[in-house]
């Protein structure tokens, strides 16, 4: 597969939306909003990478492009994690027989419609929009820092909402916009570990979507089938569960 430079990636825009395992983290990289490499193999196979390491192919994928795929990312050290993700079965049993890889399940959602009420919440905490001044404040793992490049692209063409504690101004929680694309928006959530189980990611993911919602655009919500705390965010926000896909990965 060949490289494509950043000035042809919106020539590959259909094929990211009609990528059907998911089609925000494509969108995001073809528009242009956020950073990743597009591979293609000049004959309608299209290989998204998306700077957080989610991998998405489509078109007519061939052996000879799997194993491509499995010599130069999958197995190799590529310089940044490269997880692909699919719904087809017809790749996820090619690669089924390697014993440098594993397997898992990753549950994609999409949006009903939001509770009528706000998630209940008690009185512990206040509520900022990220911004330059705060945005290095935020701990954690799945936070812009995860699928943005810098602080500067993510403030630029990103948003999110951040929880501190009222009582002594920590960070407790965050909702932000992990992947953007001119449909549709994933929301990443992290909360730390000393005020989990106060109802913070319900209530921030509340806001994301009616502030998604409100831009007229869909938000995108997925998590690995074990995340039993993210399901639970999500059901609790209008989300419904629409396909199970595969996450394909090298063992550690």
Not at 114 to 123: A, V, Y
């Amino acid at each position: 597969m060949f490289k494509m430079d950043s000035g042809e990636f919106k020539d590959y825009i259909k094929f990211a939306k009609a990528c059907t395992a998911n089609r925000v983290y494509p969108m995001s990289i073809a528009t242009g909003i956020q950073d990743g490499e597009i591979y293609a193999d000049g004959k309608g196979c299209v290989l998204f990478w998306h700077y957080c390491g989610f991998a998405y192919i489509f078109g007519d994928v061939s052996p000879a492009v799997l194993e491509e795929i499995y010599q130069q990312f999958l197995v190799p050290d590529a310089g940044r994690r490269f997880l692909l993700i699919t719904d087809s079965a017809f790749i996820s049993d090619y690669y089924s027989g390697s014993k440098l890889l594993r397997f898992g399940k990753r549950i994609e959602y999409s949006h009903n419609r939001l509770p009528e009420k706000l998630p209940e919440l008690d009185d512990r905490f206040v509520f900022e929009q990220i911004t330059a001044g705060n945005i290095g404040d935020i701990r954690g793992r799945i936070i812009p820092s995860f699928s943005w490049t810098s602080s500067n692209s993510f403030l630029k063409n990103g948003f999110g909402v951040l929880a501190r504690s009222k009582e002594n101004g920590d960070f407790a929680a965050v909702a932000f916009s992990s992947a953007v694309s001119p449909e549709y928006v994933d929301i990443g959530v992290e909360t730390a570990e000393a005020y989990r189980h106060h109802g913070l990611a319900s209530y921030l993911a509340y806001r994301m979507c009616g502030e998604i919602i409100q831009q007229g655009r869909m938000p995108v919500w997925a998590h690995a089938e074990t995340n039993e705390g993210s399901q639970k965010t999500a059901l609790s926000v209008g989300f419904i569960p629409c396909k199970i896909n595969t996450v394909i990965q090298k063992k550690q």
